[in-house]
């Protein structure tokens, strides 16, 4: 789906109007595939690469491993010295940072537009001689625990990601979270940061994206002289472990000693966010929590009073999705109760078909959600690389509406008869630790 | 010959080709910036209508949708006992209005795929361009005509208590709730919190009367950004918003409050902490338009503006004590703000942090930064400012700045020449001004059987405190720890100290005259006169205003008088009123079966302090502070209920003189409440100009 900006697609833009986001891509020869958004309205460019290599790459071992690596490709390069990489940023007024998940890491720079050739040259520095050594791996190992407890450790409900995870997967390295154990990191070696590197930070191996106030031309340059000499790396195969469907229903307990009222969580494994299926799963959580008429938070939170608050999240990723409901009674309503109550909505959602009227809500909604979604350059940049690298079609960004648009009354019955089933989860009660 | 000759052209050749291949680029030098962008600042149309309301209009035609902001600019209000009024309010208001049930209200908003929320301040609504009109409509109707009904209010109610249950053990939740209150206090709104108790006093008038006194236009602006016209938002406005009544907020002002008397760790005891908060805070007066904003944005964000901050580089990138450590300083028209330095920061280095953090202030306030920082911290102003522009919303928050914090037209256009303009000496000047290094008060909330020990060797006083900000004991003094000295020692050493027992039971009566500051917006006068063992009369006057208050009491009967109105004293008033002994009540406890207790150590006005606990026969509890080492009482705290409310009231004594040789406090400060007022004796006399004919009703 490599292709270049034909004729045919501005067309559809000046159809479309201003919500089109016209972009460019190539791949360089050494497979590293660069996307180019250009947008002069806002003197702003970001500058950002999008590396496929996340928490699930991880050996078993070394679960936290891809965050940690991302923490150290700021220690400093062959021609940046370490200590110097937020001071560059800062003192050319920018900003930058990093986020790491489960199947991706994403580096970005975003800088006054004067600076594009910068955000290049840190990127391309980052890639091809990033120094790696045993004074950032200690510190970084103790800023990343720090982040753990911060986030997770310290947070009331801040481990029921880990919880579910560890019950939903068995095989598939979803089955941990991306920040991993602190054990795990404790045990890593330099050398195994070294040859981490050295297999997923490759140029065939991340996309490129250059989004913003930019001349496409002098851009596609100074890409092919930052990026152009940075040497191809060996292929990479990935071939997860697949899981065996989920056929009786699971149950589980995880305590907490940083809450006092307890929460169930149902969860259920579904599908990638790259089939149809998940962008259903997507109108019905919709459905059953966004809104104040939503069928939940009206019935359970409004109406019935058991819950203070109830959500139906798709946690959707690349080779399986996580369908979390989660809830916390209120006014001493007991966990299994909340769970039937869910269920009858579920139930209803198998059996009939919802109205016209809310099935065209969820239409205005999700309409809504698509115009809101490409508002800053950086977020239209880091929906560029997600749907090239994750997705396999950068065009998304303009046509997963369509796919939307397109779900039937129907379908969505269908769904959640397909995957919404007491056999296929689990029911996780997180309650306070008792000795607390 | 040839031959040599060919291989050193290829060899030329070869060089120049490399030579070519990457002169290119050379990347072992950083990229120069190109030429700076040009900025474009614009400026939203405005108009106004005539009950106040103030509306700014972004146009921005490059996405199909619309931001509509209500801001209501009003004084901050201390919700004191209520506290939680505000928060149902927002719960309650956009749900319904007086014309449409609150499921349909709540259907529609939803199937426009629009979004209205309120907060206790304003409202905010997004939605695409088509659903404008009638989102405003809803918003407006919302706003002017909420449905408020028992039945919701209960329901919010019991979902607010419900849902502090679900911070009761956050150990930040508890950080952030204490660190505000320890800085203002519970009696300002900055510092004040909700709590079950409190929510539990408010009643569904409480939530209408905040509607109807603070939900007005007069200082209110609607803020629309998007794909709209200036003429379309100007009719709509205009046709939606008119019958909004015309009115004022009220603008109460409270008591500024004052730093910590010199810096101290305030700890707060989370036995679940596996991180310690740190909160490092003074209190600064900073206004958008004082000369000083600049600088100190500089110098903050020197110290702990960010990634490339001293904090930041310090605690994170070279000692690796926390995820991220960052000081902030903010800006307010009416009251101090905090200047706070912060991490979340593993148990076993807290101690470490905590000087980390001193030397970092320490040294912003002694050392001129280095060229460098000035230059990278200006950097960064120039590049986020110019990079905010590219949301349409920027131009509106300018506008309102303007308009609300009482700033030149051209604040913003000149935004950038002033952030040039300051100065390593500024930044010195600021550093010193706003850094108190000897006013700060240290919150850490954390861990204390693991962090406790390290804290205590850093040679600075700690106060402890409960997760509410109440004082607290020491969690590490076990009952054995607690003072073994009996009460009644505690009282022999203070009637020792004032001048001895003999001297004090000699002491027939008192006559005294003050003057009380901080209740009234004038002077008062306070003449009082006691005798034992409880006859007492007490009057406040104010210069050409005569008699204000009165109590007389003869021992066994006695009234109150007010603006000329008697009432006598009656049922329980009475009955405390008879029990009360005003000279040296320590006199008398033992003999009038008084249960007394030493409780404690806490710190009080900065000394030791026995804490003894009274409870009079009648079962009527309160404490007692007296000084470890000069044995001198410095606070009372008794309970009072006041409109069916318990108040603590405190007072604390101090500047004792000798008055016939015995020692009497010149100052005493009553706190109940949020008031606060200060009684100064001018004059003291013992066993003179006091007689029984004083005391006759």
């Known amino acids: 789906m490599k292709k270049i900006f034909s004729l045919g697609l501005f067309l559809v833009s000046l159809y479309v109007g201003a919500q089109q986001v016209s972009f460019e891509e190539y791949d ?63 003192a050319n007024g920018g900003q930058n940072n990093a986020t790491t998940n489960d199947d991706r890491t994403y580096y970005y720079e975003v800088f006054p537009s004067n600076n594009l050739e910068l955000g290049l040259w840190m990127e391309s520095e980052r890639l091809l001689h990033p120094i790696i050594n045993q004074i950032g791996v200690d510190t970084q190992n103790e800023v990343v625990k720090e982040e753990r407890r911060l986030r997770v450790d310290n947070q009331p409900y801040g481990r029921i990601l880990e919880a579910v995870k560890e019950n939903i997967f068995k095989k598939h390295p979803y089955r941990w979270t991306t920040i991993g154990s602190m054990e795990h990191l404790d045990a890593a070696t330099l050398d195994e940061f070294l040859a981490f590197n050295k297999k997923f930070y490759v140029p065939n191996n991340a ?53 006092q009222l307890p929460a169930s969580v149902i969860a259920y494994r579904t599908p990638s966010f790259k089939t149809r299926d998940a962008r259903v799963l997507d109108m019905i959580s919709t459905y059953l929590s966004d809104g104040k008429s939503s069928v939940l938070y009206k019935k359970l939170v409004d109406e019935q009073k058991k819950a203070l608050a109830v959500q139906a999240i798709n946690l959707s990723q690349e080779d399986y999705s996580t369908y979390i409901v989660f809830g916390i009674p209120m006014g001493g309503t007991l966990l299994s109760d909340l769970v039937a109550d869910i269920d009858v909505e579920i139930t209803k959602l198998q059996t009939d078909l919802i109205s016209e009227r809310d099935f065209q809500k969820l239409q205005n909604k999700i309409e809504n959600q698509f115009v809101n979604s490409n508002t800053s350059v950086s977020g239209i940049a880091s929906n560029l690389a997600n749907y090239h690298m994750l997705y396999g079609d950068t065009n998304l960004i303009n ?22 089933n007491p056999n296929q989860r689990l029911v996780l009660d997180y309650v306070p630790e008792k000795n607390n | 010959m040839k031959r040599i000759e060919l291989k050193c052209i290829t060899i030329v050749m070869a060089v120049f080709f490399s030579l070519t291949l990457f002169a290119q680029i050379d990347r072992s030098q950083q990229p120069k910036p190109g030429p700076a962008p040009k900025i474009q600042l614009g400026t939203p149309q405005e108009f106004q209508l005539n009950n106040g309301l103030k509306v700014l209009v972004v146009e921005n035609h490059k996405l199909p949708r619309v931001n509509i902001s209500l801001s209501l600019d009003n004084a901050p209000l201390l919700e004191g006992e209520k506290a939680g009024v505000v928060d149902i309010f927002a719960a309650m208001i956009g749900n319904g209005t007086t014309s449409i049930p609150k499921d349909k209200y709540n259907e529609e908003v939803d199937f426009l795929g629009a979004s209205i929320n309120f907060s206790g301040s304003g409202a905010f609504a997004n939605s695409l361009s088509k659903y404008f009109p009638r989102i405003l409509k809803l918003l407006a109707d919302g706003l002017q005509n909420p449905l408020f009904t028992e039945e919701e209010f209960q329901k919010e109610k019991d979902k607010l208590i419900e849902g502090l249950k679900t911070d009761a053990k956050s150990v930040t939740a508890a950080a952030r709730r204490v660190e505000a209150a320890l ?19 408010i009643s569904l008038a409480d939530v209408q009367r905040y509607h109807q006194n603070f939900f007005v236009p007069e200082n209110a602006y609607l803020i629309v950004v998007g794909d709209v016209t200036f003429s379309e938002v100007k009719a709509l406005v205009e046709k ?29 005891d989370m036995p679940n902490a596996v991180q310690s908060e740190i909160a490092v805070q003074n209190l600064i007066s900073l206004k958008l338009s004082d000369p000083d904003y600049f600088p100190l944005l500089i110098a903050n964000n020197i110290l702990g503006g960010g990634a490339n901050a001293r904090l ?61 920082e000035l230059s990278s911290a200006k950097a960064e102003y120039n590049g986020s400012f110019v990079m905010s522009l590219e949301n349409p919303q920027t131009q509106a928050r300018f506008a309102l700045n303007i308009h609300t914090e009482n700033l030149p037209a051209n604040f913003y256009e000149t935004y950038l020449q002033k952030i040039n303009a300051v100065t390593k000496d500024d930044v010195l000047r600021v550093a010193k001004k706003y850094y108190k290094a000897d006013n700060l008060r240290i919150v850490v909330t954390g861990k204390a059987s693991e962090v406790l020990e390290g804290l205590q060797k850093l040679n600075l006083p700690i106060f402890y405190f409960d997760k509410y900000a109440n004082k607290a004991d020491n969690p590490l003094l076990k009952n054995e720890d607690l003072p073994t000295v009996a009460p009644e020692i505690v009282l022999e050493n203070y009637l020792k100290a004032v001048g001895g027992r003999d001297k004090a039971a000699a002491v027939n009566s008192v006559y005294s005259l003050a003057t009380m500051e901080g209740a009234a917006p004038f002077a008062l006068k306070v003449t ?80 030791e302090a026995y804490k003894l606990k009274v409870i009079s026969p009648a079962g009527k509890e309160s404490f007692r502070y007296y000084a470890k080492d000069s044995g001198l009482l410095l606070q009372t705290e008794a309970s009072m209920s006041a409109q069916g409310m318990t108040l603590t009231q405190t007072a604390t004594y101090a500047d004792y003189r000798d008055v016939s040789g015995i020692k009497v406090p010149f100052e005493v400060t009553q706190s109940v409440g949020p008031q606060k007022f200060t009684v100064k004796f001018t004059d003291i006399k013992i066993n003179e100009g006091v007689s029984e004919a004083d005391f006759q009703n």
């Open chain 1, 28 to 90: 360089l020869p050494n497979g590293l595939h660069v996307i180019l958004h250009q947008d002069n309205t806002a003197p702003v460019v970001i500058t950002s690469v999008a590396y496929h290599v996340g928490a699930k790459d991880e050996d078993p071992q070394r679960t936290g491993f891809a965050h940690f690596f991302e923490h150290l490709l700021f220690e400093g390069t062959q021609n940046i010295e370490r200590g110097e990489w937020f001071k560059i940023v800062s």
């Open chain 2, 528 to 607: 009082s006169k006691t005798m034992v063992p409880n006859k007492q009369v007490a009057e406040i006057s104010a210069d050409g205003m005569g008699t204000l208050q009165k109590l007389v009491f003869n021992g066994e009967s006695g009234y109150q008088e007010a603006q000329g109105q008697k009432v006598s004293l009656e049922g329980e008033q009475l009955s405390e009123q008879k029990d009360e002994r005003p000279i040296f009540p320590e006199l008398y406890y033992v003999q009038e079966g008084y249960k007394l207790s030493v409780e404690g150590f806490e710190n009080v006005s900065d000394q």
């Open chain 2, 312 to 372: 930041f580089l310090n605690l994170r990138e070279d000692k690796g004590f926390t995820y991220g450590a960052y000081s902030r300083v903010g800006n307010d028209k009416r009251y101090p703000v905090r200047f706070v330095a912060s991490a979340s920061v593993r148990n076993a280095v807290t101690d470490s942090a905590v000087t980390e953090f001193l030397k970092e202030i320490k040294k912003i306030r002694t050392e001129s930064v280095t060229d460098e």
């Open chain 1, 207 to 259: 996309t490129l994206v250059v989004a913003g106030d930019i001349d496409i031309a002098k851009t596609k340059k100074m890409v092919e002289d930052y990026f152009g000499p940075i040497p191809r790396g060996a292929e990479i195969s990935k071939d997860f472990a697949k899981e065996e469907p989920i056929t009786s229903p699971i149950k589980a307990e995880f305590s907490d000693p940083n809450i």
């Open chain 2, 240 to 268: 939606e918003f008119i019958s909004w009544t015309s009115a004022k907020a009220p603008n109460i002002t409270y008591t500024s409050p004052s730093d910590a008397q010199y810096t101290q760790i305030n700890f707060v």
């Open chain 2, 183 to 201: 800085a203002y206090g519970t009696s300002h709104p900055y510092g004040e919190f909700v709590t079950e108790a409190s929510v539990n006093n």
């Open chain 1, 399 to 420: 046509t997963e509406i369509d796919i939307y648009r397109s779900i039937t009354r129907e379908e969505i019955r269908e769904v959640a008869k397909k995957y919404l």
